[in-house]
């Protein structure tokens, strides 16, 4: 179960070299959750900062943004309420609007070291990212030298069709964090890194479970299954039949305003209260979520059937009318 992270173990080895090997980077920090991953991330450009400049420590967030609830993730998050109780919370971090480029380039400087962002942000209600702002954001970390981070806790891992969320829009982020589907429900996180950023060393970052060998394996077995055995095509499928029906529903129902997302991450926006239409399904036998003030979240396991996709938009359809 454990081997202390002072060694390689074969299944560490396996799991890095697949993540690596499928993906545009070069290095993997294991960790056990998406903050912890996000936390490495942000630790990892306040020294690739630090290292350019003694200023150079600034973080920019997006407002509306959720990366997690330790200290670090939690000041990235742009959202008071889950800091309101916490503060003050770590010094250095600016937030812009997303989707918005002044707002990032009235903030943005030389004493950036990086910008992390959601390519979809999912705790506010799954809104994707506009193509064209996310490739000015990349030219903006380019010419300010700012690490491009991208969390992935969310949309990674097959989600939406691509391993990686942001692989649907064109950029190359210097940085990503995942964690959730990486270990099919074995808790396990990871951040990976290119070469010319993984400014770590020992004994910059560590994690004395992070990488352990269960987890390792069963993040092997994991994308095995997304890469080799066919599950992304197969996200692919069910997830563009998801977003045919949904917006079917959306012309049927009148309280259904927006039908938003990709593959197997999909927000229903709607005129009625969430949480009722979320007790409303779970006592149907559906369970689902909501997100932001007024959306209804699918994320489904990524081996959800058109039968059972077609079985869950009839139980929200009778919910909400």
Do not use: W
Not at 178 to 190: I, N, Q, S
Not at 256 to 268: H, N, S
Not at 269 to 284: A, H, L, N, R
């Amino acid at each position: 179960m454990h081997i202390s992270n002072y060694y390689y173990t074969e299944p560490l080895v396996n799991a890095s070299k697949m993540l690596v090997e499928n993906s545009d980077f070069d290095k993997v920090f294991f960790c056990n959750s998406g903050a912890e991953a996000n936390e490495a991330a942000i630790k990892l450009a306040k020294k690739y900062g630090k290292l350019k400049s003694e200023d150079k420590i600034e973080l920019i967030s997006m407002k509306q943004s959720f990366h997690g609830r330790t200290c670090g993730a939690l000041t990235a998050t742009g959202q008071e309420k889950y800091q309101k109780n916490f503060l003050p919370l770590l010094p250095g971090t600016k937030y812009a609007v997303y989707n918005d480029i002044e707002s990032l380039k009235e903030i943005i400087s030389e004493k950036t070291c990086g910008v992390i962002l959601e390519v979809i942000q999912g705790e506010s209600g799954i809104i994707p990212v506009q193509v064209e702002y996310l490739k000015q954001v990349e030219e903006l970390c380019h010419k300010y030298d700012a690490l491009l981070i991208i969390d992935e806790v969310q949309s990674g891992m097959g989600r939406t069709g691509k391993l990686f969320a942001y692989e649907n829009f064109g950029i190359h982020p210097d940085v990503v964090s995942t964690a959730k589907g990486l270990g099919g429900g074995v808790p396990v996180g990871a951040m990976l890194c290119k070469d010319d950023v993984a400014v770590f060393v020992p004994g910059d970052h560590a994690s004395t479970f992070g990488g352990n060998p269960m987890v390792t394996t069963a993040a092997t077995v994991v994308m095995d299954e997304l890469v080799n055995n066919g599950l992304l095509a197969h996200v692919q499928e069910v997830g563009a039949y998801l977003t045919e029906k949904l917006n079917v529903l959306k012309d049927e129902v009148d309280c259904v305003t927006d039908v938003r997302g990709i593959g197997l991450m999909q927000g229903v926006e709607i005129t009625k209260t969430p949480k009722d239409i979320v007790s409303k399904c779970m006592e149907k036998g559906m369970l689902i979520a909501s997100a932001g003030t007024n959306v209804i979240r699918f994320v489904p396991p990524l081996i959800v059937t058109k039968e059972e996709i077609d079985e869950a938009v009839a139980i929200l359809k009778e919910a909400l009318v």
